[in-house]
């Protein structure tokens, strides 16, 4: 019964863990990455580094940089110029990562991060510290990853922007929010890192460690998500639980024992999720946080797409590899009937699942070169993982010379079990429009 108790006031605890850092005073650990005497601040080299509306940002930090394992508990930026509005909603991740730079891309979705604070980041000019609602575990044998979330624009600040050094391959952005991102999203790599001080506590003894687990996402639905995770070190009971974007009212699994995978249902088609698993040890618990996307119900056949009714992408579509992070888009330069078109500019496009098997699927639809000096090649065919676009599978390659072009694709020659179909171009300028699926 004592236990049960303990665990009762713990999740009670974490129920009520407020969303905004709490203004108190630096712990006596402090690291300091990175110096005042050389910082950095213009439009272009300060981070978090925001475009556009929203961004996410990854920073690594060096195991050679830290002080060994330590309970990380809370961070100071040295801001610019104060700032009194901030950047509401701005959230920040930390991860133990063995990545030693970012030159290659962002450190891989694998990762476990815990998200640590949720914070306006109002700041007066000088250090600004900023305490973590969640300490987090560094466990000394690797990197540390420092990710921001923020969904605003700095472009929309005159003020608050926070002061770098110049750190080769060791900051990359993505002009999307987390939630949104795939292992094909473009992104930036920034050769700028904040200066920073990371407030810690000493690591806890063996008897009392809690580090988080590392989540892995077996599978997802449209109503529900298969996980499962390794222990981190003493839990032995874990919470799944998962909110949509807006939410306030988590869906919970209820206390689990023993097993380390579960099935979250009842869920909805074509949602956000930020799925939560805490971990309890004997005397605290941990929390890993996860981004997901549940996919759409199959659409019915026959299928049509013109991309006038908005401005937005398709509701079940998925975009990656554009040009810049911001493509493909929809667009008003060239149209085949109505009014818009989609500007693929280097980018790909997966269309939505259908209620029939892949390999009894037809596409046709008109695309367009818009440029007059040369011939470009599009490529269409399946993905049997439509945020993979290694599983690409060419069943066609169309050569767009100037004007709209007809294009008809059938699949009857594809052999995997399952796959929804994608529309690739490998340079910028072409355009698609007016798009029917249906059966052969």
């Not at 990359?172 to 939630?179: K, M």
């Not at 008897?207 to 639905?221: F, K, M, Q």
């Not at 659409?299 to 493509?327: H, I, Q």
């Amino acid at each position: 019964m004592k236990m049960k108790k303990k665990l009762f006031l713990i999740l009670l605890t974490l129920a009520i863990i407020p969303l905004t850092a709490r203004a108190q005073s630096p712990g006596a650990g402090m690291v300091q990455i990175g110096d005042t005497t050389s910082m950095n601040l213009s439009t272009y080299n300060h981070m978090p580094y925001d475009q556009y509306s929203s961004s996410y940002t990854q920073q690594l930090v060096l195991r050679s940089e830290l002080s060994g394992a330590a309970m990380i508990t809370g961070i100071d930026l040295y801001c610019g110029s104060a700032d009194a509005s901030g950047r509401p909603g701005t959230t920040l991740y930390l991860a133990n990562t063995y990545a030693d730079n970012l030159q290659g891309g962002m450190v891989p979705f694998g990762v476990s991060f815990q998200q640590v604070m949720v914070d306006s980041l109002v700041c007066t000019t000088g250090w600004n510290h900023y305490d973590f609602d969640t300490p987090f575990y560094y466990n000394g044998l690797g990197n540390l990853i420092v990710a921001f979330e923020s969904p605003f624009s700095d472009w929309m600040f005159s003020g608050g922007q926070f002061y770098c050094n110049f750190r080769q391959g060791m900051s990359r952005y993505a002009a999307i929010p987390l939630a949104y991102l795939t292992p094909n999203t473009s992104t930036t790599l920034v050769h700028y890192r904040n200066v920073m001080r990371l407030h810690t506590q000493p690591a806890p003894t063996a008897a009392s460690t809690c580090p988080p687990p590392t989540l892995r996402i077996d599978s997802v639905g449209a109503t529900a998500i298969r996980l499962n995770w390794s222990p981190g070190y003493q839990d032995t009971s874990w919470t799944v639980e998962a909110l949509t974007d807006g939410d306030t009212s988590w869906l919970s699994s209820g206390l689990l024992w023993g097993d380390t995978a579960y099935t979250l249902g009842g869920l909805q088609p074509n949602t956000h999720y930020t799925l939560r698993l805490t971990a309890f040890c004997s005397d605290t618990f941990t929390c890993v946080l996860r981004h997901v996307l549940t996919n759409c119900v199959p659409a019915p056949l026959p299928y049509s797409e013109n991309f006038d009714a908005t401005w937005n992408m398709p509701s079940c579509w998925l975009s990656t590899e554009g040009w810049n992070g911001n493509y493909p888009v929809v667009s008003s330069s060239y149209s085949h009937s109505g009014g818009h078109s989609l500007h693929l500019n280097g980018g790909s496009v997966v269309l939505p699942a259908f209620d029939a098997p892949a390999d009894s699927l037809e596409i046709s639809f008109w695309a367009r070169n818009g440029s007059v000096n040369s011939s470009l090649n599009l490529l269409v065919g399946m993905v049997s993982d439509p945020l993979d676009m290694s599983t690409f599978v060419p069943m066609d390659t169309l050569v767009l010379t100037a004007g709209w072009t007809p294009a008809v694709v059938r699949f009857d020659s594809y052999t995997r079990p399952s796959g929804r179909i994608a529309i690739r171009s490998t340079i910028s300028y072409i355009y698609i429009d007016d798009i029917e699926v249906n059966r052969t």
